[in-house]
T-cell receptor, first 109, second 114 residues
Framework: GQNIDQPTEMTATEGAIVQINCTYQ??????LFWYQQHAGEAPTFLSY??LDGLEEKGRFSSFLSRSKGYSYLLLKVLQMKDSASYLC??????????WGAGTKLIIKP | SAVISQKPSRDICQRGTSLTIQCQVD?????MFWYRQQPGQSLTLIAT?????????ESGFVIDKFPISRPNLTFSTLTVSNMSPEDSSIYLC???????????FGQGTRLTVV
């Protein structure tokens, strides 16, 4: 079966750095996405990785290792507005997105 | 990029009735996706809506319960039929860019069935 694993909840301090991990087992791989979702809102796109390595976009970076079936989202200089759920999704061989359950990130002052 | 307008944003419906959700995209897209998201849970794909052909439904979802229309490349509707409280959820439409590197979502429809 297809499976995306990520921690249910994480807590971090404002100004700090946090890494949210995602491991996956899917039938084929055609890219990995990270999305941010604030409570009651639709997901918004953060990053896309299809090759191994690190993609940096401002305060957010995403890493991918296809051989390990592993990705992480790195958030730097955390702000209170970063409190949200972070969803990892993998596109499989049928080009369908398989979604993780999301990681709820709580930022404390 | 793509901007999706989804309506209604929320509704409270009586058991046994039906609700049609609309999504309008500001550009032409080949495939549109309809998801359901239970509170605190991940997104579950209901079906893929292709223009000019019948929608492709995922396991556990059937056309009689979730009929979909896709009259053109910028518009789609999802109907939740004969609703029960178990259908209470957030429903989201989504499209993927032509190069497949980004997916966009409508604002979501928060449905409560009483």
């Amino acid at each position: 079966g297809q499976n995306i694993d990520q921690p249910t909840e994480m807590t971090a301090t404002e100004g700090a750095i946090v890494q949210i991990n995602c491991t996956y087992q899917t039938s084929g791989f055609n890219g990995l996405f990270w999305y941010q979702q604030h409570a009651g809102e639709a997901p918004t796109f953060l990053s896309y990785n299809v090759l191994d390595g690190l993609e940096e976009k401002g305060r957010f970076s995403s890493f991918l290792s296809r051989s390990k079936g592993y990705s992480y989202l790195l958030l730097k200089v955390l702000q209170m507005k970063d409190s949200a759920s972070y969803l990892c999704a993998v596109r499989d061989s049928n080009y369908q997105l398989i979604w993780g359950a999301g990681t709820k990130l709580i930022i404390k002052p | 990029s793509a901007v999706i307008s989804q309506k209604p944003s929320r509704d409270i419906c009586q058991r046994g009735t039906s609700l049609t959700i609309q999504c309008q995209v500001d550009s032409q897209v080949t495939m549109m996706f309809w998801y359901r998201q239970q509170p605190g849970q991940s997104l579950t794909l209901i079906a893929t809506a292709n223009q000019g052909s019948e929608a492709t439904y995922e396991s556990g979802f059937v056309i009689d319960k979730f009929p979909i229309s896709r009259p053109n490349l910028t518009f789609s509707t999802l109907t939740v039929s004969n609703m029960s409280p178990e259908d209470s959820s957030i429903y989201l439409c989504s499209v993927v860019t032509g190069d497949g590197t980004e997916a966009f979502f409508g604002q979501g429809t928060r449905l409560t069935v009483v």
